[in-house]
């Protein structure tokens, strides 16, 4: 069975930081992996995902993130935080069996400070 | 953007009685899921309905839980008898049903569901 883990539970930074979030996840195939984030009163939005290729991959405001896979990681990294980034962000994993079922790591609560 | 919505924000029941949480996904969609989000635990996947018929469910998925696309638009869950356990988050999401890795889930607001 897959799993994710982030073990970062809880970040506090001040604007203009920069970002890592760790994400691990724990499958012998080949995955899909995703990170969402749920800005305060909303609904996950996806950030970015990862499918194959370029393992560096590019999401929306700023946001990017490496899948280096002899690490089982899919980090979250930004240069440089906004006051508006914060929200609680989730790493997910879809695995390659056909099922579309995704597994989410437990969230990161992200707070920025100005 | 379209985007998936859910009624009712937040639904309060009884233990014991039947609630069903409403979704509206997005309209070319062809898969359709939900999910729960316990207080405090991860986002836990329950279910997905493609082509009139559950695809997946997860354990949780128990026979208290049905789906349901009533007509064109709406996509329901219901839950025969609650229990306090129930009370949750619960997500729905739908995605267009390119070739199975490649599609991407698109998350409604949430129902938030509290069961006395």
């Known amino acids: 069975a897959q799993s994710v883990s982030q073990h970062n539970h809880h970040v506090i930074l001040s604007e203009a930081a920069s970002l890592e979030l760790g994400c691990n996840y724990s499958?012998?195939?080949?995955?899909?992996l995703f990170w969402y984030v749920q800005y305060p009163g909303q609904h996950l939005q996806l950030l970015l995902k990862y499918f194959s290729g370029d393992p560096l991959v590019k999401g929306i405001k700023g946001f990017e993130a490496e899948f280096i896979k002899s690490k089982f990681s899919f980090n979250l990294r930004k240069p440089s935080v906004q006051w508006s980034d914060t929200a609680e962000y989730f790493c997910a994993v879809m695995g390659d069996t056909g099922r579309r079922a995704l597994t989410f790591g437990s969230g990161t609560r992200l707070q920025v400070q100005p | 953007e379209p985007e998936v919505t859910q009624t009712p924000s937040h639904q309060v029941t009884q233990m014991g009685q039947e609630v069903i949480l409403r979704c509206v996904p997005i309209?070319?969609?062809?898969?359709f899921y939900w999910y729960r989000q316990i207080l405090g635990q991860k986002v836990e996947f329950l279910v997905s309905?493609?082509?009139?018929?559950?695809?997946?469910k997860s354990e949780i998925f128990d026979d208290q839980f049905s789906v349901e696309r009533p007509d064109g638009s709406n996509f329901t869950l219901k839950i025969r008898s609650t229990k306090l356990e129930d009370s949750a988050m619960y997500f729905c999401?739908?995605?267009?049903?390119?070739?199975?890795?490649?599609?991407?889930?698109?998350f409604g607001p949430g129902t938030r569901l509290t069961v006395l």
């Open positions: 999401a739908s995605s267009g049903g390119l070739a199975g890795r490649t599609d991407t889930q698109y």
């Open positions: 309209s070319n969609h062809l898969y």
């Open positions: 309905f493609y082509n009139n018929e559950i695809s997946e």
């Open positions: 499958y012998g195939g080949t995955v899909n």
